[in-house]
Protein backbone atom coordinates (compact mmCIF):
# COMPACT_ATOMS: atom_id res chain seq x y z
CA UNK A 1 0.00 0.00 0.00
CA UNK A 2 1.37 3.24 -0.72
CA UNK A 3 1.70 5.62 2.04
CA UNK A 4 -0.45 8.92 1.67
CA UNK A 5 2.03 12.11 1.00
CA UNK A 6 1.50 15.12 3.09
CA UNK A 7 4.04 17.31 1.10
CA UNK A 8 4.72 17.36 -2.56
CA UNK A 9 7.31 19.36 -3.78
CA UNK A 10 8.35 18.49 -7.66
CA UNK A 11 11.21 21.06 -9.13
CA UNK A 12 9.91 23.73 -7.08
CA UNK A 13 11.59 27.32 -7.09
CA UNK A 14 10.98 29.18 -4.18
CA UNK A 15 11.75 33.55 -4.11
CA UNK A 16 11.88 35.37 -0.96
CA UNK A 17 11.09 39.66 -2.29
CA UNK A 18 12.42 38.33 -6.28
CA UNK A 19 15.18 36.69 -4.76
CA UNK A 20 15.70 33.12 -5.53
CA UNK A 21 16.50 30.81 -2.32
CA UNK A 22 15.81 27.82 -3.61
CA UNK A 23 15.56 26.11 -7.22
CA UNK A 24 14.18 23.04 -8.46
CA UNK A 25 13.88 21.47 -4.82
CA UNK A 26 11.91 18.16 -5.40
CA UNK A 27 11.07 16.20 -2.16
CA UNK A 28 7.75 13.95 -0.42
CA UNK A 29 6.80 14.12 2.71
CA UNK A 30 4.63 11.20 4.18
CA UNK A 31 1.64 11.02 6.05
CA UNK A 32 2.93 10.42 9.80
CA UNK A 33 7.17 11.27 9.74
CA UNK A 34 8.75 13.62 11.63
CA UNK A 35 11.75 15.34 9.39
CA UNK A 36 14.10 18.12 10.40
CA UNK A 37 14.94 20.99 8.12
CA UNK A 38 18.50 22.42 8.92
CA UNK A 39 20.88 24.88 7.41
CA UNK A 40 22.25 28.38 7.94
CA UNK A 41 20.53 31.30 7.98
CA UNK A 42 19.82 32.55 4.56
CA UNK A 43 19.57 29.02 3.18
CA UNK A 44 15.75 29.24 2.62
CA UNK A 45 14.27 27.24 5.44
CA UNK A 46 12.27 29.89 6.35
CA UNK A 47 10.86 30.53 2.50
CA UNK A 48 10.45 27.29 2.30
CA UNK A 49 8.25 26.93 5.22
CA UNK A 50 5.94 29.97 4.06
CA UNK A 51 5.53 28.58 0.98
CA UNK A 52 4.15 25.56 2.60
CA UNK A 53 1.18 27.71 4.35
CA UNK A 54 0.92 30.01 1.62
CA UNK A 55 2.35 33.02 2.76
CA UNK A 56 5.01 33.29 -0.68
CA UNK A 57 3.63 32.26 -3.82
CA UNK A 58 5.22 28.58 -5.12
CA UNK A 59 5.68 30.60 -9.13
CA UNK A 60 7.35 27.92 -10.89
CA UNK A 61 7.47 24.36 -10.70
CA UNK A 62 4.94 22.26 -8.83
CA UNK A 63 3.68 21.36 -5.68
CA UNK A 64 1.24 20.18 -3.12
CA UNK A 65 0.43 20.37 0.84
CA UNK A 66 -2.24 18.87 3.01
CA UNK A 67 -4.41 18.24 -0.63
CA UNK A 68 -4.07 21.79 -1.68
CA UNK A 69 -1.88 22.35 -4.90
CA UNK A 70 0.66 25.30 -4.41
CA UNK A 71 0.71 26.91 -7.99
CA UNK A 72 -3.37 26.66 -8.21
CA UNK A 73 -3.70 28.71 -4.43
CA UNK A 74 -6.02 31.63 -4.57
CA UNK A 75 -6.37 33.98 -1.61
CA UNK A 76 -9.21 33.11 -0.96
CA UNK A 77 -8.29 29.61 -0.45
CA UNK A 78 -5.44 30.53 2.20
CA UNK A 79 -7.81 29.73 5.09
CA UNK A 80 -9.03 26.71 4.30
CA UNK A 81 -5.23 25.31 3.60
CA UNK A 82 -4.18 26.81 7.34
CA UNK A 83 -7.13 24.66 8.97
CA UNK A 84 -5.41 21.68 7.71
CA UNK A 85 -2.01 22.85 8.88
CA UNK A 86 -0.74 24.43 12.33
CA UNK A 87 2.26 26.81 12.63
CA UNK A 88 4.98 27.18 15.50
CA UNK A 89 7.02 30.19 15.54
CA UNK A 90 10.47 30.87 17.19
CA UNK A 91 8.80 33.75 18.90
CA UNK A 92 5.66 32.52 19.85
CA UNK A 93 3.47 34.71 17.99
CA UNK A 94 0.73 35.06 20.94
CA UNK A 95 -1.64 38.02 21.30
CA UNK A 96 0.09 39.64 23.97
CA UNK A 97 -3.46 41.72 25.17
CA UNK A 98 -5.45 38.72 26.00
CA UNK A 99 -5.05 35.91 28.47
CA UNK A 100 -4.38 31.83 26.82
CA UNK A 101 -8.01 31.03 26.68
CA UNK A 102 -9.04 33.97 24.37
CA UNK A 103 -5.79 33.73 22.61
CA UNK A 104 -7.04 30.17 21.28
CA UNK A 105 -10.80 31.43 20.70
CA UNK A 106 -9.62 33.62 18.26
CA UNK A 107 -8.28 31.23 16.31
CA UNK A 108 -11.04 29.38 16.77
CA UNK A 109 -13.38 31.56 15.78
CA UNK A 110 -11.51 32.42 12.78
CA UNK A 111 -11.43 29.17 11.30
CA UNK A 112 -15.21 28.94 11.38
CA UNK A 113 -16.02 27.41 15.23
CA UNK A 114 -19.50 28.90 15.26
CA UNK A 115 -20.68 27.18 18.69
CA UNK A 116 -18.88 28.60 21.96
CA UNK A 117 -19.72 25.58 24.12
CA UNK A 118 -17.52 23.53 21.09
CA UNK A 119 -14.71 26.28 20.97
CA UNK A 120 -14.78 26.01 25.10
CA UNK A 121 -13.99 22.37 25.02
CA UNK A 122 -11.92 22.53 22.30
CA UNK A 123 -9.68 24.62 24.01
CA UNK A 124 -9.70 22.39 27.08
CA UNK A 125 -8.47 19.19 25.25
CA UNK A 126 -5.60 21.28 23.24
CA UNK A 127 -4.26 22.89 26.70
CA UNK A 128 -4.63 19.20 28.21
CA UNK A 129 -2.51 18.02 25.30
CA UNK A 130 0.28 20.36 26.36
CA UNK A 131 -0.23 19.81 30.03
CA UNK A 132 -1.20 23.62 30.61
CA UNK A 133 -4.91 22.75 31.48
CA UNK A 134 -4.45 25.07 34.52
CA UNK A 135 -2.94 27.85 32.54
CA UNK A 136 -6.15 29.76 30.42
CA UNK A 137 -6.76 32.48 32.37
CA UNK A 138 -2.74 33.72 32.20
CA UNK A 139 -1.53 35.83 29.93
CA UNK A 140 1.11 35.32 28.20
CA UNK A 141 3.65 38.08 30.18
CA UNK A 142 3.02 35.88 33.06
CA UNK A 143 4.21 32.51 31.36
CA UNK A 144 8.06 31.24 30.99
CA UNK A 145 9.24 30.79 27.70
CA UNK A 146 8.75 26.91 27.62
CA UNK A 147 4.69 27.49 28.76
CA UNK A 148 4.60 30.24 25.92
CA UNK A 149 6.18 27.76 23.27
CA UNK A 150 3.23 24.79 24.56
CA UNK A 151 0.74 27.04 24.50
CA UNK A 152 1.67 27.88 20.73
CA UNK A 153 1.68 24.40 19.82
CA UNK A 154 -1.43 23.93 21.31
CA UNK A 155 -2.85 26.67 19.04
CA UNK A 156 -1.25 24.68 16.01
CA UNK A 157 -3.24 21.49 17.46
CA UNK A 158 -6.92 23.69 17.36
CA UNK A 159 -7.98 22.41 14.23
CA UNK A 160 -6.95 18.51 14.28
CA UNK A 161 -4.11 19.13 11.70
CA UNK A 162 -2.50 17.01 9.49
CA UNK A 163 0.91 18.40 9.62
CA UNK A 164 2.55 20.55 11.93
CA UNK A 165 5.48 23.19 10.18
CA UNK A 166 7.73 24.20 12.97
CA UNK A 167 9.98 26.91 12.53
CA UNK A 168 12.83 27.26 15.43
CA UNK A 169 10.42 26.12 17.86
CA UNK A 170 13.26 25.83 20.22
CA UNK A 171 15.33 28.88 19.32
CA UNK A 172 14.65 31.18 22.07
CA UNK A 173 14.61 28.62 25.03
CA UNK A 174 17.17 26.93 27.14
CA UNK A 175 18.41 23.04 26.40
CA UNK A 176 16.03 21.89 28.96
CA UNK A 177 13.37 23.73 27.81
CA UNK A 178 14.00 22.54 24.75
CA UNK A 179 14.04 19.26 25.83
CA UNK A 180 10.29 19.21 27.11
CA UNK A 181 9.18 20.94 23.71
CA UNK A 182 10.61 18.18 21.86
CA UNK A 183 8.98 15.58 23.92
CA UNK A 184 5.63 16.99 23.17
CA UNK A 185 6.42 17.22 19.53
CA UNK A 186 7.21 13.71 19.71
CA UNK A 187 3.86 12.53 21.34
CA UNK A 188 2.05 14.90 18.93
CA UNK A 189 3.75 13.06 15.95
CA UNK A 190 2.99 9.83 17.63
CA UNK A 191 -0.27 10.49 17.43
CA UNK A 192 -0.15 10.76 13.46
CA UNK A 193 0.33 14.52 13.28
CA UNK A 194 3.37 14.87 10.51
CA UNK A 195 5.72 17.32 11.66
CA UNK A 196 8.70 19.52 9.29
CA UNK A 197 10.78 20.62 11.93
CA UNK A 198 13.33 23.81 10.83
CA UNK A 199 15.92 23.83 13.63
CA UNK A 200 19.79 25.06 13.85
CA UNK A 201 19.87 22.96 17.65
CA UNK A 202 22.27 20.32 16.27
CA UNK A 203 22.71 18.67 20.24
CA UNK A 204 18.21 17.94 19.76
CA UNK A 205 19.26 16.51 16.54
CA UNK A 206 21.87 14.30 17.61
CA UNK A 207 19.69 13.10 20.62
CA UNK A 208 16.67 12.29 18.55
CA UNK A 209 17.80 11.10 14.94
CA UNK A 210 15.12 11.30 12.27
CA UNK A 211 15.29 12.19 8.54
CA UNK A 212 16.79 15.31 7.75
CA UNK A 213 16.87 17.79 4.63
CA UNK A 214 19.19 20.52 4.48
CA UNK A 215 19.14 24.04 2.32
CA UNK A 216 22.50 24.51 0.41
CA UNK A 217 23.85 26.10 -2.27
CA UNK A 218 20.10 26.48 -3.26
CA UNK A 219 18.98 22.87 -2.90
CA UNK A 220 17.71 20.39 -0.50
CA UNK A 221 20.33 17.54 0.30
CA UNK A 222 18.48 14.85 2.53
CA UNK A 223 21.85 13.83 4.74
CA UNK A 224 20.42 11.76 7.12
CA UNK A 225 17.87 8.82 6.80
CA UNK A 226 15.06 8.37 9.29
CA UNK A 227 16.71 5.46 11.55
CA UNK A 228 13.28 5.04 13.51
Given at each position: ?????????????????????????????????????????????????????????????????????????????????????????????????????????????????????????????????????????????????????????????????????????????????????????????????????ATHDFGLISKHPK??????????????????
Amino acid sequence: MMSEQIITLQDATIYQHKKMVLDNVSFTLEKGSFVYLIGRTGTGKSSLLKTLYGDLKLQKGSGSVVGNDLRKLRERRIPDLRRKLGVVFQDFQLLSDRSVERNLDFVLRATGWKDSSKRKDRIVEVLGAVGLEDKGSFFPHALSGGEQQRIAISRALLNNPDLILADEPTGNLDPITSQEVMELLQTINAKGTTILMATHDFGLISKHPKKTLMCENKAIVEVQKNNG
